[in-house]
């Protein structure tokens, strides 16, 4: 319908100038019009252009055979037509593949401006995983750092606890190490959540709970969703939703263990996870360091028997307490305990009963004492207890809750039970000496009248 009407005004227009030439006087001026009119219809109106310039020279054509139009000159008005008419077209088809191919620049450009983001962007990515990577190393080499700057096991735990909250974010974690007993696991971190209560339980190694069971699998466990996986949908009933199991494992041991929680699912990622596992890796080197150093030292100060303090530990605990009370201006009190006819004992029933008979006496002493008391095995079957802050009349009724304690007794000798007896000598700084050495001597001296004087007695110096 476009073209039609293009044609028809084509025509039209064409008619229109002829017969404005036929006219005469003006009519010579007309002849020359149709030059104004083809390029602007060529260039804005292709197809009207070309109805008129067609429809234009047939007419010219014919009315010069009519002998009309005889001023005009037909051949250069027919090449100045259409001379007129295809230079629109030829600037419109230059035009036309100037604007191609600079869209065809435009598409190139783009494809390698977009090429080039991509290849800046994967760059930026790698960019900020090698910085990640590189944290993560730097944080992994702190914790080697640290782990080897110390060898008391609370510290290690301490570690642990600020280097996990600093690098993984956890929202809530326990940490736990094998008891000195290697029975049972302890807790000693719960971050995130109500400490009290995980420390106020121990985990057996032969426990049907989760962690005991986990850690007999000495693996690490993620759980991004724990409906969707046994054993642990049981975990749904407190809330839990994904969870996390690091064993801490040395040579096939597990000696303590991470486990994290939390209420939303996916809580960490599989790469978090490894570098998870890397650090406690890591950990677990340090913590072992630090749990045998422990039990060295341990075994150094303790008396293998009686699992009290050896000798030389407490002459080198009892110098201390000594500074202190003199330096706070207290009293310290020194309890020296004998086991009353203990070759007798050894003699009517064997060494082996006289050990038991060691090793209960001197639990009895450690069950009567307090916190701040030290308790140590002084040689043979006598014993002694410090008292720091305590007075000589608090020592003298601390010594007879204990010769009541071992007196009431009933020691095992197989299917027999015997009775032993004690006696106990005391002195107290500062009234009784200013010394260690003297103080203990004292003390002794008091002993000695204690046995002196029939035995299952106290005496306090002076005697």
């Known amino acids: 319908m476009k073209h ?36 602007p219809l060529s260039f804005s109106f292709p197809v009207a252009g070309a109805w008129f310039l067609a429809a234009y020279l047939t007419g010219l054509a014919v009315g010069r055979a009519l002998g009309h139009f005889s001023q005009v000159w037909v051949v250069p008005e027919t090449l100045a037509l259409a001379a007129l008419y295809w230079a629109p077209a030829f600037l419109r088809r230059r035009q036309a593949d100037v604007q191609e191919g600079f869209q065809a620049q435009q598409a190139t450009d783009q494809e390698r401006y977009d090429a080039f983001r991509e290849v800046a962007d994967r760059l930026k990515k790698e960019n900020l995983q090698n910085e990640k990577q590189l944290r993560q190393i730097e944080h992994l080499y702190d914790v080697i750092k640290e782990a080897g ?68 699998e000495k693996k690490p466990i993620w759980v991004p969703s724990v409906g969707e996986k046994e054993p642990f949908s049981k975990l749904g009933n407190l809330a839990v939703k994904s969870f996390v199991f690091l064993p801490f494992l040395v040579q096939d041991r597990v000696i303590g263990f991470l486990c994290s929680y939390s209420s939303q699912k996916d809580f960490i990622d599989q790469e978090k996870f490894s570098q998870f596992q890397v650090f ?74 006289g050990d038991h008979v060691l090793m209960d006496v001197a639990r009895i002493l450690k069950e009567q004492s307090d916190m701040t008391h030290i308790a140590a095995r002084y040689g043979g079957e006598e014993m002694v207890l410090v008292a720091p802050e305590t007075t000589k009349e608090q020592a003298m009724e ?14 095992a000798v197989g299917k027999e039970t015997t009775q032993v007896t004690v006696s106990i000598g005391v002195a107290t700084y500062p009234q009784d000496s200013q010394t260690t050495l003297d103080l203990i001597a004292k003390a002794d001296k008091a002993l000695y009248a204690a046995k002196a004087r029939g035995r299952n007695r106290i005496v306090a110096y002076p005697i």
């Open 4 to 39: 039609l009407v293009q044609k028809i005004m084509g025509i039209l227009l064409a008619g229109a100038l002829l017969g404005l030439a036929l006219l005469p006087g003006p009519g010579g001026f007309f002849a020359f019009s149709p030059a104004f009119f083809t390029a």
């Open 149 to 216: 700057s110390t060898l008391n096991v609370q510290e290690m735990i301490e570690l642990t606890r600020d280097f996990t909250e600093r690098m993984f974010d956890l929202p809530h974690f326990v940490i736990a190490v094998l008891s000195n007993d290697a029975k049972k696991y302890e807790i000693r971190i719960a971050s995130g959540c109500d400490e009290s209560l995980f420390r106020s339980f121990d985990i057996d190694l032969e426990d049907n709970g989760l962690a005991a069971f986990l850690s007999r």
């Open 280 to 353: 406690c890796n890591q950990i677990s080197i340090g913590l072992q360091k630090s749990l045998l150093y422990e039990k060295v030292q341990k075994l150094s100060i303790t008396d293998g028997l009686t699992k009290l303090f050896s000798h030389r530990h407490f002459k080198q605990r009892l110098e201390e307490e000594l500074i202190l009370a003199n330096r706070y201006s207290s009293q310290l009190s020194l309890l020296i305990l004998d086991i009353d006819h203990f070759k007798r004992y050894n003699d009517s029933y064997g060494h082996v009963a």
């Open 398 to 411: 601390l010594a007879e809750k204990i010769r009541k304690a071992v007196e009431s007794y009933s020691f």
